[in-house]
């Protein structure tokens, strides 16, 4: 809970006053006792009956009191609690957003989202918890003591040889209830990954006849979850019925002695009768304290996991790299070699220069790094070798900000977002109608708003279930090209278009985007055969390099895949 304390800093002074309160209610809750002792002994004596009445008055009005108090404090008590929390959480949120691509891989989506849920749930509990209880439960314990020792100094040494007892009890199942909390979170996050994948891949898993096996596999997750729950919840409900086993056992101590103590005229009725009192405070008190470290146990775990998450470096800081271009190109690889995982390469000695408003072309079977490319271009990962430079300037000096303006970017599966079409071409940005349905034109996405008969307001459903295929990658090039960019990236973008459209599409980018540097990857010979420059891929190395023609003379797989797509007469147009 350390890690967290910034953010209940700025709170202190209110949780003092929380406290405070919760200090004055716990006084009133001490000192009923005490006064109904006074009215039994007082009662007893004749003529006394003013006495009683004035205690009897004083009684009720600790108790008004006690609950005013009470409600007030609890009632502060949620409110700064909130606050902080949706402090952590709104701080956890950015941070999320500011991931590197790395940093999210390591964290990973599920997790991400448990940590800004459960987790910041779990914290709210305590720090609420810790201010109803936390100032309490010891003013009761320690008052209660202290009332016990004043009324009868010799019974009141039973509860206190017995408190040690159960400190030992608590201390053991914190100890062992913090590693088994912290792995329920762990858990919880496969638990939320498997349900993410089911209901994002809900119709190819039906279309596959996976359902028996997804179940199967979520049954899997969740039974561990469960495990461990369990596991940590049996532990941690010895702490209740131990303790109040160990006090039921001293109140029975209490209530013998007393009796013989009575009998021997060394005590008065009254005496015993407040005593038990104290005693069920006490109890309570005990009971509160060590609810308190069952929560402290899930919160700790839980506040671990946050700071983890707060406390993440910058993870691509602006780096400053020397320049010594003389004739820039507008991109330019030089030897770049990257790893994701640091085992193995998945890019190795790239190079290639691309002037402004030419075309590169980027082939190659599945997994071959294609997409690992556009993901160093635009610093989603940071080389682990060579130099990435737009217009001779290493793109890692470059402020994050600018380098993402240059870019209009489809990525392969890209996202479609619920709203309508002019939200999801605009995106956020401050771009004119007018822009838009130019934009779209220019992707083939015309005839979607002629379709849909609200035009650029036709509602989009959520992940763009009302489009289909061919349609969500045209609104995706439509976003791409609305913002007028330095530098087009289309990655796998029009792999559902048909060939006509997929043509006109290209015409259309060459004749209105000619200053737009391109980057294009395709399956598709036809795609790239125009581009200024085609590589192709295998296994994160280069193994064809040139125009579509070079590439028929040098490159056998090239050469294989232009026959087997286009056969030998398309291949010559
Ligand atoms: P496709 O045509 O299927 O889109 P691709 O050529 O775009 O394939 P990449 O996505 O660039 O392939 O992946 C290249 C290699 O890097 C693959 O072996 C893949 O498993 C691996 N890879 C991709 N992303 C990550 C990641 N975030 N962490 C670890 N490895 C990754
Ligand atoms: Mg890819």
Redesign the pocket.
């Known amino acids: 809970m350390k890690k967290i304390y910034p953010y209940i800093k700025p709170f202190i002074g209110y949780i003092l006053l929380t406290l405070l309160i919760k200090v004055a209610a716990s006084m009133a809750d001490l000192i009923i006792p005490y006064l109904m002792e006074s009215i039994l002994s007082v009662g007893a004596e004749a003529g006394n009956a003013s006495k009683v009445y004035l205690y009897g008055s004083l009684m009720a009005l600790c108790a008004i009191l006690g609950l005013c108090f009470n409600v007030l404090a609890n009632r502060m008590s949620a409110v700064s609690a909130g606050k902080i929390t949706k402090s952590i959480r709104h701080d956890l949120f950015k941070k999320t957003m500011h991931f590197s691509?790395r940093q999210m891989?390591a964290v990973t989506v599920s997790s991400a989202e448990s940590r800004l849920t459960s987790d910041t749930y779990n914290i709210n509990q305590i720090l609420a918890r810790v201010q109803r209880i936390g100032i309490r439960a010891p003013i009761l314990l320690v008052g209660g003591i202290a009332m016990m020792l004043i009324i009868d100094a010799g019974l009141a040494l039973i509860p206190i040889a017995l408190l040690p007892i159960i400190a030992l009890i608590t201390y053991f199942v914190t100890k062992h209830s913090i590693p088994l909390y912290t792995k329920q979170q762990t858990i919880l996050d496969r638990v939320v990954r498997t349900v993410q994948e089911n209901i994002t891949g809900v119709r190819v898993i039906k279309a596959l006849s996976k359902t028996e096996h997804e179940k199967e596999r979520f049954n899997v997750v969740n039974s561990e979850l469960n495990d461990v729950g369990e596991k940590a919840g049996t532990i941690t409900a010895i702490t209740m019925p131990a303790s109040s086993l160990v006090l039921n056992l001293g109140l029975t101590i209490v209530v013998i002695l007393g009796a013989i103590r009575v009998r021997g005229g060394h005590t008065e009725p009254s005496v015993i009768v407040a005593f038990l009192q104290y005693f069920t405070l006490i109890l309570n008190a005990m009971m509160g304290v060590t609810r308190i470290f069952v929560m402290w146990s899930k919160a700790e775990a839980s506040a671990q996991r946050v700071a983890e998450v707060l406390q993440l470096p910058e993870d691509q800081p602006l780096q400053d790299v020397e320049n010594i271009e003389h004739s820039p190109a507008h991109i330019e690889f030089k030897d770049v070699t990257f790893s994701?995982?640091g085992c193995g390469e998945?890019i190795s000695h790239l190079s290639f220069r691309l002037e402004k408003g030419q075309t590169l072309g980027i082939l190659?079977?599945?997994?071959?790094?294609?997409?690992?490319?556009l993901?160093l271009l635009m610093r989603l990962y940071d080389v682990n070798d060579g130099q990435i430079l737009l217009n001779g300037q290493d793109i890692r000096s470059i402020e994050p900000a600018q380098l993402t303006s240059k870019f209009g970017i489809v990525f392969?599966n890209d996202f479609i977002a619920e709203g309508d079409i002019a939200h999801n071409i605009r995106f956020f940005r401050d771009i004119p109608d007018e822009k838009l349905t130019i934009a779209a034109q220019h992707a083939q996405a015309e005839s979607i708003l002629a379709e849909k008969e609200a035009g650029l307001s036709s509602a989009v459903a959520i992940r763009g279930n009302n489009l289909s295929g061919g349609q969500k990658q045209r609104l995706l090039i439509a976003r791409a090209l609305a913002g007028d960019p330095e530098i087009l990236v289309l990655?796998?973008a029009s792999s559902a278009l048909d060939y006509q459209t997929d043509a006109l599409l290209r015409k259309a980018l060459r004749e209105n985007y000619r200053n737009t540097t391109t980057v294009l990857?395709a399956?598709r010979v036809s795609s790239l055969r125009h581009a200024d420059l085609i590589l192709v891929?295998s296994d994160?190395q280069v193994i064809g390099c040139g125009t579509h023609n070079d590439l028929m003379d040098s490159c056998e797989e090239y050469r294989i895949i232009a026959h087997t797509q286009m056969g030998a007469e398309g291949v010559q147009v």
């Open positions: 691509a891989d994701y995982t998945n190659g079977s599945t997994g071959s790094g294609k997409s690992t490319i993901n392969q990655d796998d990857v399956q891929l994160g």
